[in-house]
């Protein structure tokens, strides 16, 4: 895996909020409760993340103090999770959208991996909710992750796997709502290699990691498309 350098540009909104707040959050993650939701708020939470159609048979995780347990097994292979900051945070860059949302306890990412993400980068994501439990730098998850996929103890991403963010209620970070998009996990890739599309334009970009095989590209979907969450 590669080690960290600058690549493309983040989401407009988090940069909007960056320069417009001139202040970075503080470097200290805030209380666990702060990251905590009552159980069946997180289940609707999660469940949003995806149209009905897969969300009623996915397997359903919420966060606990020890990571992510299983409150309902589906049987469609998909997994849907209300994923915090340190879960979500880009490993290694953008530096600034990965300071920004390590750290925020008001991330809310409601997301649903299909049934090849759920084997292939799910356990990265686990990896990383429980480094920020144990309190971790977003530098030592960095090293961490790294070290993780070159020795194995994560899989390798051969190919390209896929997750649905459709939730009406996502927080991503300081600039709260964004589009209901696409998120497809595709190793190494460059925005360039889509034609160098902003990411506030609408167009397929890629967001996370671009260059190494964590590489995120998100593809913005009609708005109409947006789910609600609802609690039963």
Same mark, same amino acid.
């Given at each position: ?30 209380? *666990? ?36 347990? +299983? ?7 998909? +997994? ?16 600034? !959208?990965? /300071? ?21 980068? !799910? ?6 909710? @429980?480094?920020? !439990?144990?309190? @971790? ?8 992750? @790294? ?32 589009? #209901?998009? /696409? ?19 609408? *167009? ?8 190494? #095989? *964590?590489?995120? !590209? ?15």
């Amino acid at each position: 895996m590669r080690n960290e350098k600058h690549y493309g540009s983040a989401g407009a909104g988090y940069f909007e909020y960056a320069s417009c707040n001139g202040a970075w959050p503080n470097p200290k993650y805030p209380p *666990l409760s702060e990251y905590m939701m009552p159980q069946d708020a997180e289940v609707a939470l999660a469940k949003s993340a995806a149209p009905q159609n897969i969300s009623d048979q996915a397997t359903i995780r919420v966060l606990t103090t020890s990571g992510y347990q +299983v409150v309902h097994q589906g049987d469609n292979g998909f +997994v849907c999770m209300v994923m915090r900051g340190f879960t979500g945070a880009p490993t290694f860059a953008p530096a600034q !959208l990965r /300071m920004f949302i390590n750290y925020d306890s008001k991330t809310r990412a409601p997301i649903c991996f299909d049934p090849n993400a759920v084997k292939t980068v !799910l356990p990265y994501y686990d990896l990383r909710t @429980k480094l920020g !439990l144990e309190g @971790k730098t977003p530098d030592q998850i960095a090293e961490a992750v @790294k070290a993780a996929y070159d020795h194995g103890k994560i899989p390798k991403r051969a190919g390209v796997s896929f997750a649905y963010m459709w939730s009406a209620d996502q927080i991503l970070g300081p600039s709260g709502h964004w589009h #209901p998009h /696409m998120m497809v996990f595709a190793p190494n890739y460059e925005n360039s290699m889509l034609g160098n599309n902003d990411l506030g334009s609408h *167009l397929p970009a890629v967001s996370d990691d671009a260059g190494t #095989p *964590l590489a995120i !590209l998100v593809i913005p979907v009609d708005e109409k498309l947006f789910v609600k969450a609802h609690h039963e």
